[in-house]
Structures are given as structure tokens and as C-alpha cells.
């Protein structure tokens, strides 16, 4: 039934930007402090208490039309957006309306099957964030926590370019990754710096009207918008086949039992009774300021990924998913300056290390140990301290316990053993225990000197130096 259907998927990105203070006044925007304990009369919505612009959010959020492909307006204002919230002490919100900062922009998404699609977005707009309300589930209080009020925020608001929830997975992450690379948010999307309003609506394939969408607010994890948008696609399509029609309205998404549920109907734009903010002036920019900002942009992901190509060999694949995270190609190129191997760093960062990750449904960001660790760990494995199977144990327990690889292997016990009588020692007994195998072996069997070697590393623990296992077992079978 789904597949009479096309997914029409729009998404509003709010990221927090990473300027020390807030966008209308000098309070600091640092994550977890104790609540209400950063804040002034102007993010307190005191009377009397006037906002004065920030002019680190305006260069952040040029910097993020300037990465995406986007406009720069070089003539804008701020607008008063009315709406009440328990956490707004203003009762309205101050952000863009007509004239955003940034407006018909682009970037290039990679679809499953490898190509390549261009992704709209329509605009980019500067706002501040709104309070926390700190719900106590036993006694039914709720309380307010206006640290994050006036958080300086972008929204970037995507054309209705998006046909599948696979495919606002990889717009949503390299969203993600342009904005760590510039430097303008942390995008720590468990912090909630980076998060998501979606909008969904089906319509038949082929039709050219939209169908009536809704709106999944404030989400902060890939993996619960990729189910949403699953869930509330086949929702729509089944409501659509049994002759009902769909409302348009704001929905909640419950991760536990993986369902939407009703929070209220959707209001237009012009119910926010928006109007130019009275308190601020308008926001002109020079070409000469703009210019300044494009010219000193970071290295994107893109021409990372070129380098990585051309300078290090390394593969596509292996190339694009290093450089799709800041900190992940961060920490390569960290470590790889300590040790000189890439492909051996790059290998270990996609492999064990990014296995255990979706394992423990991590970001690359909140992986424990650095440059360092993870360039001794290579060391190790190139100077025959440990084996790979050691290192894999080593990695897990970085994981849990981070510090000096070398402290690791020596507090476990774990030091490969290259010692030629010990290792001789192991080969003869593994042989006398393994007769069939020296007879497959010598019928032409090559898996059986794979089958011996793995015995001979059960033997030692997966301590003993598999090269010198193969030349010792091939010298006593070609006998």
C-alpha cells in the first residue's frame, strides 16, 4: 500500500550556536550550570530591559549561509514572533520573518544507492532560544530554568525536497557535519545544541499537490526522526485508505512505544502575528564584511575528502566517512601526525571503534580517548607490542577505562609474545594436537594452516606474534 505513495519530507533545523553569550545580552550560554544562575533582566524579560544584538551570532549565521550555498541578505531585520510558553518570559520570541539572513541555499546529499541529489534549503534565520521546563514526575510540579533563555539559535528550513526518512538522515548529518566544520555549533544533539522539527505529508506518485503535513517537534536523535518519519508515513497512508482525512497539526513523538500522538492544531505563520522588533535596529551588512567571512571559511567536508584522497591514498568510501564527522576526521588527522600510519588509523576509526560506537549509540564526540591513545595504540600494532586481536581488547577497554594503551597492555597481561623458543614451543604443540590438519595441509588444503594459527593464538591468549605463527608453522609443515 505504502508504495502507491510518495514521502514529502521538510525539515527545520535548530542549532545553538557556540558564541560565549547569548544573543541579546552578556550572559554566558555554557551547557549544565545550575538553573537560573545565567541569566539578567534582558533574558529574563524584565520591564525596561532592551536587547542589544550580538554580532558574533550575525558572522556565525553567515557563515552557515556562506557553507550551505545560501544568499546573504545585506539588508534584514529582526521581527517579534507571539506565541506563549510558560518558558518565555516574553510571551514572544525574537527571530526573522521576511527578510531573513540567508535564503535559497543548497546542499548535495548522497543517496543509498550512491548518487548524488540537491537538497533546497530555503532559508536561514537567526532567533533566541527559549527557557527549559524541568517536569517533576513524582510530585506533578514543574518548574522553570531560564539559563538557556536567548541561547543564540540559526534555523535552517529545507525545501520539501526530502522523499524518504533515509534520505533526511543524510541531509540532517551533513547539516550536521558543515556546521561542526565551520565552527559555529557544537551540534551536541544529546545536549540538544542540534535539533529537528519535521514535517511529513504523503501524497499518491505521480500527483503534484502536496498532501496535508504534519509536524514532529524538537527532535535530537537520528535514529528516533528516521522511525518517526517511518511510523508517520505509513500512519498517514493508512488513514488516507480508510477515507479519513489528515489534520494538520503538531504531533509528539514516543520512542518507547515508537507511535505519534496529538499535541495541537498547527498554526500559520500569520497567527504569530509577527511584526518588526521595536528595540533593535536593522541589520546591514557590507560586501566587504561578507567577503572577509567567505574568504577565511574552514576546510569543508568536501575538500577534505579530496585531500584525504589524493594525499593519504585513501579509499572513497573510507575517505567519505572519515571526513562526514568533524571529530572523527579530527582525531585521524591527530593521531596520524603522531604515528604516520593512515591507513592503519583510518582502519581502526571505522572499524572497532565506529562498531562500537552504534553498539553504545554514541556520537563520534563522545568517544573517550584522543589523538594520543589512539596513535600509541597503532604504534603498538606496528612494533609487534601487541597482535590485532590484543588491540581490539585494548580498544574496548579505552572505551571504559581511557588512558595509556601501554598501561593497559601491561596491567592485563597482554604484551605479544615474540620470543622465537616460546613461540616454537606453541607451533610443536599445537601440531602433535592436530594431526588431520598436517594431513589436510599437505593434500592442499590451505585453510588448515589458518585453522592452526588460530589454535596457536587460543593457546597464548592472542598473544603471540601471528607472523612469526605462519613462518614457524610453514617451516615445520613443508618439513
Request: charge should be negative.
Amino acid at each position: 500500500m505504502l508504495n502507491d505513495y510518495e514521502v514529502v519530507i521538510g525539515l527545520e533545523v535548530h542549532a545553538e550556536l557556540s558564541t560565549k553569550t547569548k544573543i541579546f545580552c552578556s550572559c554566558p550560554t555554557t551547557f549544565g550550570a545550575e538553573p537560573n544562575t545565567q541569566t539578567c533582566p534582558v533574558c529574563m524579560a524584565m520591564p525596561g530591559a532592551l536587547p542589544v544584538l550580538n554580532e558574533k551570532v550575525v558572522e556565525y549565521a553567515v557563515k552557515a549561509g556562506l557553507a550551505t550555498n545560501c544568499s546573504i541578505s545585506r539588508n534584514c531585520k529582526n521581527d517579534r514572533k507571539n506565541y506563549f510558553y510558560p518558558d518565555l518570559p516574553k510571551a514572544y520570541q525574537i527571530s526573522q520573518f521576511d527578510k531573513p539572513l540567508c535564503e535559497n541555499g543548497e546542499i548535495e546529499i548522497e543517496l543509498e544507492n550512491g548518487e548524488k541529489k540537491k537538497i533546497g534549503i530555503t532559508r536561514i534565520h537567526i532567533e533566541e532560544d527559549a527557557g527549559k521546563l524541568n517536569h517533576d514526575e513524582f510530585d506533578g510540579n514543574c518548574l522553570v530554568d531560564l539559563n538557556r533563555a536567548g541561547v543564540p539559535l540559526i534555523e535552517i528550513v529545507s525545501e520539501p525536497d526530502l522523499r524518504s526518512a533515509k534520505e533526511a538522515e543524510s541531509y540532517l548529518r551533513k547539516i550536521k557535519s558543515i556546521l561542526e566544520y565551520i565552527e559555529v555549533s557544537d551540534c551536541k544533539m544529546q545536549e540538544g545544541s542540534l535539533r529537528a522539527d519535521v514535517n511529513v505529508s504523503v501524497r499518491k506518485k505521480g500527483a503534484k499537490e502536496f498532501g496535508t503535513r504534519t509536524e514532529m517537534k524538537n527532535m535530537n536523535s537520528f535514529r528516533s526522526i528516521v522511525r518517526a518519519i517511518e511510523y508517520e508515513a505509513e500512519r498517514q497512508v493508512q488513514e488516507i485508505e480508510k477515507g479519513n482525512k489528515i489534520s494538520q497539526e503538531t504531533l509528539r513523538w514516543d520512542d518507547v512505544s515508537g507511535r505519534t500522538f496529538s499535541m495541537r492544531d498547527k498554526e500559520d505563520a500569520q497567527d504569530y502575528r509577527y511584526f518588526p522588533e521595536p528595540d533593535l535596529v536593522a541589520i546591514r551588512l557590507s560586501e566587504e564584511y561578507i567577503q572577509n567571512i567567505k574568504d577565511n571559511l574552514p576546510e569543508l567536508p568536501e575538500s577534505r575528502k579530496e585531500r584525504y584522497l589524493n594525499e593519504y591514498k585513501l579509499s572513497e568510501k573510507d575517505a567519505r566517512l572519515l571526513t562526514a564527522s568533524k571529530y572523527l576526521s579530527d582525531l585521524f588527522e591527530g593521531a596520524l601526525a603522531i604515528c604516520g600510519n593512515a591507513k592503519l588509523v583510518a582502519n581502526w576509526l571505522l572499524s572497532d571503534i565506529s562498531r562500537i560506537l552504534n553498539e553504545k549509540e554514541l556520537e563520534p564526540d563522545q568517544i573517550p580517548f584522543g589523538e594520543k591513545e589512539l596513535a600509541k595504540l597503532i604504534i603498538l600494532i606496528d612494533n609487534g607490542t601487541i597482535s590485532s586481536a590484543i588491540a581490539k581488547k585494548v580498544v574496548e577497554e579505552l572505551f571504559e577505562n581511557p588512558k595509556d594503551p601501554e598501561e593497559i597492555i601491561k596491567e592485563k597481561g597482554w604484551i605479544q609474545i615474540s620470543d622465537e623458543s616460546a613461540i616454537k614451543e606453541v607451533v610443536l604443540k599445537v601440531l602433535a594436537n592436530n594431526e588431520q590438519s598436517i594431513i589436510d595441509y599437505k593434500a592442499g588444503k590451505d585453510r588448515a594452516l589458518g585453522f592452526l594459527v588460530g589454535q596457536a593464538m587460543k593457546e597464548t591468549k592472542g598473544k603471540a606474534n601471528p607472523q612469526m605463527l605462519n613462518k614457524m608453522f610453514l617451516e615445520e609443515l613443508n618439513k
